[in-house]
Every structure is written in structure tokens, then in C-alpha cells.
């Protein structure tokens, strides 16, 4: 509609009527935090049915009445919660520094299911750094622990999981069938088919 929605380093939710800039309300969570020097993004706030999804420094993911800025539910996680999160099939779908993937219930924030990153010798907690994506009754989520994961909506079982040797590959989107996966540090784009995670081309990045 007319409302733009802001999350703030400061911890808190703002509200602007986006013709004017007028603060409409303000949703103050408990709290903004940086994990590391490598904790680069926040949670950006995802709107569905008129409810704003997103989560936080201290923990909790959201969810926030678009108009009111009333808090319908949280869920509270062990860690920072800086990926953004998805939404599919009735389900909410996030990372958190806790090592952990969380599938909630969307209408009441109820636990389904959660899903440990295997770790990494470097990053052994396996930090869920990278923001879902969401296809075909999967979701894929890179985290710390150099590996990229297609997790089962409904189980939250791994699927298939693919390793980088040299990096992260945090960034994944899914467009046309096609999952496309950034890796930092082996500066590499794929392109895989989602259902195997066989890979249909890979290029270098220069930068």
C-alpha cells in the first residue's frame, strides 16, 4: 500500500507513509548486535497477509502487524538472527548464528522443525549466515560451515548439500528452476538444478 517499512540498526521496526515520509509507528525489539566483523546485513522485514516477518539482534524472529505495529508472535532462537527470512507453503523459513535452519509455523511462530549446520574446522557452530530461498517444497540456505543446503519444507531433512572449499556460498536465489549460488571467496557463480544440485554451468568472478 502507501506504508514503507524500515528495520534499523538500532533494533528498531519503523513505519513511513511512503508519499509523505510521516512516522506512522515504531516497534522497538529488545535490542541490535553485530556477531562479528564479518556480519555484514540485518534481516530485512518480508511482508505477507498484512504481516511484517523479520528478525533480530536478540534472537527473536517477528512477526508485526503492518498497521499497527502490534506484535502477533515471537520465536526466540539461541543466537542473532540476520538472514532474511522466506516464506512458503504456510511456513516461515531462517537462519540464525545459533547454527541452526528454523521452519516455524507462519499463523502462530510454533516450531516444525530445526536442522544443524554440520560445522566447519574454522567456524565449528556452522553460523547460519545466508538468507533462504525457496522452491519446489525446498528451501536452500548457505552457511559458515562452507556448505550450501537443500532442506525438505515439511522434515527438515537435507536433501542434497554442496561444499566450497575456500568460502561461503551465502547468496542463492531461485529463477526460472534454476538455483544460482555465490561463493565469497572462490568468487564463483553456479548455476544447479534444485531438485539434485547438479551443476549446469560455474563461472569465475574477477571481483
Not at 41 to 66: E, M, Q, R, T
Not at 73 to 95: L, R
Not at 129 to 146: E, K
Request: hydrophobic content about 35%.
Amino acid at each position: 500500500g502507501n506504508q514503507l517499512y524500515l528495520y534499523g540498526g538500532d533494533g528498531n521496526l519503523y513505519a513511513l507513509n511512503k508519499l509523505t515520509g510521516e512516522l506512522l509507528w515504531t516497534f522497538q525489539t529488545k535490542g541490535e548486535q553485530k556477531y562479528d566483523f564479518a556480519d555484514y546485513f540485518h534481516s530485512s522485514p518480508i511482508i505477507k497477509n498484512g504481516i511484517l516477518y523479520f528478525g533480530s539482534g536478540d534472537g527473536n524472529l517477528y512477526a508485526v502487524d503492518s498497521k499497527s505495529g502490534n506484535c502477533i508472535w515471537f520465536f526466540n532462537a539461541e543466537n542473532i538472527i540476520h538472514t532474511t527470512p522466506a516464506i512458503d507453503n504456510n511456513k516461515i523459513f531462517f537462519g540464525s548464528f545459533d547454527g541452526y535452519v528454523y521452519a516455524l509455523n507462519l499463523a502462530n511462530g510454533d516450531l516444525i522443525w530445526k536442522f544443524k549446520t554440520v560445522g566447519q574446522r574454522y567456524f565449528p557452530r556452522g553460523e547460519v549466515q545466508g538468507s533462504p530461498a525457496v522452491f519446489d517444497n525446498l528451501v536452500f540456505i548457505g552457511a559458515r560451515d562452507y556448505n550450501v543446503y537443500a532442506l525438505d519444507q515439511n522434515e527438515g531433512f537435507s536433501h542434497w548439500n554442496k561444499a566450497f572449499t575456500k568460502g561461503w556460498g551465502l547468496n542463492n536465489s531461485v529463477q526460472d528452476s534454476i538455483l544460482y549460488t555465490g561463493s565469497a571467496d572462490e568468487r564463483v557463480l553456479i548455476a544447479s538444478d534444485p531438485k539434485t544440485g547438479n551443476e549446469i554451468w560455474k563461472i569465475d568472478m574477477e571481483f
